[in-house]
T-cell receptor
Framework: EAQVTQNPRYLITVTGKKLTVTCSQN?????MSWYRQDPGLGLRQIYY???????DKGDVPEGYKVSRKEKRNFPLILESPSPNQTSLYFC??????????FGPGTRLTVT | GQNIDQPTEMTATEGAIVQINCTYQ??????LFWYQQHAGEAPTFLSY????GLEEKGRFSSFLSRSKGYSYLLLKELQMKDSASYLC???????????????FGTGTRLTVIP
């Protein structure tokens, strides 16, 4: 089954404790992206990747890092999480720059 | 930058037709998408417009006018399961070849009533 998976689905952590949210897709897609969704602000793009070893900043990259060492994986790294990074995070993938397939989401709470 | 505007909420009756509008301002327009998002779930793709005109897909149609910076999503024969948020998103090159910067509006929450 074609899908985008994210782990963990729910995470509660404390300020400053490094964490990684994994994202994996099995559709051999070139494009992958990370978004955060906040009430009243909608979905905002954090980082995207056009292929292996090619990444670029989206709209709100501050406080986040990504890597794309393999085509299928695109982890999101928070080196020092802060409460303002409490949000719902979605990973997405697409073939070239067409319709995006979203993962199920990761709800992160930073206390 | 990008400025994407769509109504916050709409209500419509089962079986009716509803039109959800989206206006945008962007410097390097490269396509407009509509997504559906049920509460607590991930967005799912509905339609894509890059040229002016109407794209029809079953009960859903999407229209684009690039000169006016305007799009709408038309839902026909509304069903209760169509109650969801509808997200308008604009792809903007911002001068980068092959870029995939996607900017979303805040979404329109549609409630379908019996």
């Amino acid at each position: 089954e074609a899908q985008v998976t994210q782990n963990p689905r729910y995470l509660i952590t404390v300020t400053g404790k490094k964490l990684t949210v994994t994202c994996s897709q099995n559709m051999n897609h070139e494009y992958m992206s990370w978004y955060r969704q906040d009430p009243g602000l909608g979905l905002r793009q954090i980082y995207y990747s056009m292929n292996v070893e090619v990444t670029d900043k989206g709209d709100v990259p501050e406080g986040y890092k990504v890597s794309r060492k393999e085509k299928r994986n695109f982890p999101l790294i928070l080196e020092s999480p802060s409460p303002n990074q409490t949000s719902l995070y979605f990973c997405a993938s697409s073939l070239r720059a067409h319709e995006q397939y979203f993962g199920p989401g990761t709800r992160l709470t930073v206390t | 930058g990008q400025n994407i505007d769509q109504p916050t909420e709409m209500t419509a009756t089962e079986g009716a037709i509803v039109q959800i509008n989206c206006t945008y301002q962007t410097s390097g327009f490269n396509g407009l998408f509509w997504y559906q998002q049920h509460a607590g779930e991930a967005p799912t793709f509905l339609s894509y417009n890059v040229l002016d005109g109407l794209e029809e897909k079953g009960r859903f149609s999407s229209f684009l006018s690039r000169s006016k910076g305007y799009s709408y999503l038309l839902l026909k024969e509304l069903q209760m399961k169509d109650s969801a948020s509808y997200l308008c998103a604009v792809r903007d090159r911002e001068g980068k070849t092959g870029a995939n910067n996607l900017f979303f509006g805040t979404g329109t929450r549609l409630t379908v009533i019996p």
